[in-house]
């Protein structure tokens, strides 16, 4: 069926069609630089952990708490004691793991070293680990951020 009279012509659907691939171009690029510049997340000031699960881990050896939407690093050292850091890069927030047969921090994306006290020494990462302060009350493994009470 073929119409007398259309609502908009050839040009204009072309240019609706255009100008609206445009705007999807445009806000998936500008999307994601908003995020980096506004990040949504909020980091907790503290976690509680049921110590139970977490004392059996072995002398440098180490166990993966939440810490908000990333990951924590709950890691023991020789002489007994506990160390937790935040388990993410402080180059580009990449995933890290503790190797323990070689006693460090590793940082897949880029090829990032830190030592076994979450210092940084090779690759990429500018700043050391964050580390978190740790305190056993009765039952609980209490995990805070530096500055938190």
Known sequence: MKLKHSLFSR?????GLIG?????IMAALVYPIVRFIF?????????ILLYADYKDILPNSSKIFPWGSKPGILKKNDDGSLMAFVGVCTHLDCNVEYQP???KFFCACHDGWYDEFGTNISGPPPKPLRRLFISIEGEDLIIKKEGVE
């Open 39 to 47: 990040p949504s997340y909020k980091e907790p000031d503290e976690v």
């Open 101 to 103: 047969e070689k006693r």
């Open 11 to 15: 040009r204009q659907f072309l240019n």
């Open 20 to 24: 609206g691939w445009v705007g999807a």
